[in-house]
Nanobody, 124 residues
């Protein structure tokens, strides 16, 4: 069992930056692929970024490439999402998730554990 707790959300103006963190419980963090998803009001939860167990592989959805950076620190059981040049369309609840997988899954159904989410609001 893995428990995930996100933090770092908030209200920011367009063009600004935020850094989300997700801390995992337990001793097996390094065995999980980690992902960030987001869900805007009235929309389905969508994949944002994922990082492999050793951080050797990273993938992003097209809309955030060049603006967001995912990273992880296995010694701190933490995954991060640095978000720069934020846009109004980035407004959503952001969730981190853990998957028992070798490759980075893109579907939410392939993730085994989820955090409670943190709200990111970008004002235009």
């Amino acid at each position: 069992q893995v428990q995930l707790v996100e933090s770092g959300g908030g209200l920011v103006q367009a063009g600004g930056s935020l850094r989300l963190s997700c801390v995992a419980s337990g001793r097996t963090f390094s065995t999980y692929v980690m992902g960030w998803f987001r869900q805007a009001p009235g929309k389905e939860r969508e994949f944002v970024a994922g990082i492999s167990r050793s951080a050797g592989s990273i993938t992003y959805t097209d809309s955030v490439k060049g603006r967001f950076t995912i990273s992880r620190d296995n010694k701190k059981n933490t995954v991060y999402l640095q978000m720069n040049s934020l846009e109004f369309e980035d407004t959503a609840v952001y969730y981190c998730a853990a998957a028992r997988a070798l490759l980075i899954p893109l579907r939410r159904t392939d993730y085994d554990y989820w955090g409670q989410g943190t709200q990111v609001t970008v004002s235009s």
